[in-house]
Nanobody, 127 residues
């Protein structure tokens, strides 16, 4: 069982930045083989995939965040990050990190394709 601890959420004004982190309790060998992702869900909206990075380092972004968000991973620290710049009120949501997703199919399709997810961290962007 992999435990995930998220941090970095908060409240910012539009145009600001936040950096989310998600630390996993996994061995470095196992972690390096995982596909990692970030999903979000805003009140009244469906959950959506935001960004993912697979074991080969291939990166995927939702169209709504391309050019503003950057996903990265540090396999030695078994930690993933989501750097969010130029935040917009529409980015307000609960953000979830996910671990052990699909390495050979669309990693943003569904959070249910991941075996582990974090507890969520709230991001609120005011205009």
């Amino acid at each position: 069982q992999v435990q995930l601890v998220e941090s970095g959420g908060g409240s910012v004004q539009a145009g600001g930045s936040l950096n989310l982190s998600c630390a996993a309790s996994a061995s470095t060998d196992r972690y390096s083989g995982y596909c990692l992702g970030w999903f979000r869900q805003a009140p009244g909206k469906e959950r959506e995939g935001v960004a993912a990075i697979d074991m080969r380092g291939e990166i995927y972004y939702a169209d709504s965040v391309k050019g503003r968000f950057t996903i990265s991973r540090d396999n030695m620290k078994t930690t993933q990050y989501l750097q969010m710049n130029r935040l917009e009120p529409e980015d307000t949501a609960m953000y979830y990190c996910t671990v052990d997703g699909p390495n050979y199919s669309d990693p943003l399709l569904s959070i249910d394709t991941y075996n582990y997810r974090g507890q969520g961290t709230q991001v609120t962007v005011s205009s």
